[in-house]
């Protein structure tokens, strides 16, 4: 059961570029999270943004959530090779009390 | 640092042999996870737990079995492993107050190979 859709699949810029990611989801949520994974590595979790908020900040993140949309975006500012990972929204599933449910993931390249 | 540690990274099995693969937190979290990621599927949930000997199925349950017999420690079960069982496992956990309610510690991963 997918629930929710990263765009693009994959994105490649330079250094002190911007890059937005995408999510689309299909049901009612109560949270909207989105994870960072380094190659072959576990993911970590970047941002929680809630149903009732619009946007949210953490260091060169921003997080925008349209519910009426059924949409979240991911903004990376400055970007550095460091951010060179795939990054992956996850929703709740449509029944009340399941696990996350994570999309297939943008992969971001970010070369100097 | 919070941990959740992952037995093994590389982990190599024959083809009906039962396998275990065990996670343990040290964050006194309530709910763990299983998830496993292929190539172009993404991470699809196996099993989760809320509370000690809970069990909740995910989306991919069969051939799968969890124990929860420490709030510690989340072990996922391959009865008889098989070739399509080759794959990244990753465990997580998070706080009681939904499973969702709140972001995700993930180990490092296993990657079992399945000959």
């Not at chain 1, 190659?39 to 993911?43: H, Q, T």
């Not at chain 2, 496993?36 to 172009?40: E, K």
């Not at chain 2, 993930?106 to 079992?112: A, K």
């Given at each position: 059961?997918?629930q ?10 330079q250094?002190?570029?911007n890059a ?8 009612s ?7 960072r994974?380094n ?5 970590v979790h970047?941002?929680l943004?809630?149903?009732n908020?619009?946007e ?8 925008t959530?349209?519910t ?6 991911l ?6 090779a460091a951010?060179?990972?795939s990054?992956f929204?996850?929703t709740?599933?449509?029944q009340?009390g ?15 | 640092?919070?941990?959740v540690?992952?037995s093994?990274?590389?982990l190599?099995?024959r083809?009906?042999e039962k396998v ?12 763990m996870?299983?998830y ?5 599927l ?5 099993y ?7 069990k909740?199925?995910?989306?991919i349950?069969e051939g799968?079995s ?6 510690e420690?989340f072990?996922?079960i391959?009865?008889?492993?098989s ?15 939904g499973?969702t309610?709140?972001?995700?510690t ?7 190979t399945?000959v």
């Open positions: 059961s997918q929710g859709e990263e765009d693009p699949q994959a994105l490649s810029i250094e002190g570029e937005t990611m995408n999510c689309s989801y299909k049901t949520i109560n949270n909207l999270q989105w994870y994974q190659s072959g590595r576990g993911l970047l941002i943004i809630r149903s908020e619009r949210k900040h953490s260091g060169r993140l921003r997080v959530l349209d009426s949309k059924k949409s979240s975006s903004l990376i500012t400055a970007s550095r951010d060179t990972a990054y929204c996850a709740d599933a449509h009340a399941t696990a996350l449910i994570f999309g297939k993931g943008t992969t971001l390249s970010v070369s100097s | 640092d919070v941990k540690t992952q093994s990274r590389y190599v099995k083809t009906g275990f693969l065990e996670c343990v937190q040290d964050m006194d979290h309530e709910n996870f299983w496993r990621q292929d190539p172009g993404g991470l699809r949930l196996i989760f737990s809320y509370d000690v000997k809970m909740e199925k995910g989306d349950p799968y969890v124990s929860r017999e420490k709030k420690r072990s996922l391959l009865e008889s492993a070739t399509n069982q080759t794959s990244m496992y990753l465990c997580a956990s998070s706080l009681f107050g499973p309610n709140y972001g995700y993930f180990g490092s991963g296993t990657r079992l399945v």
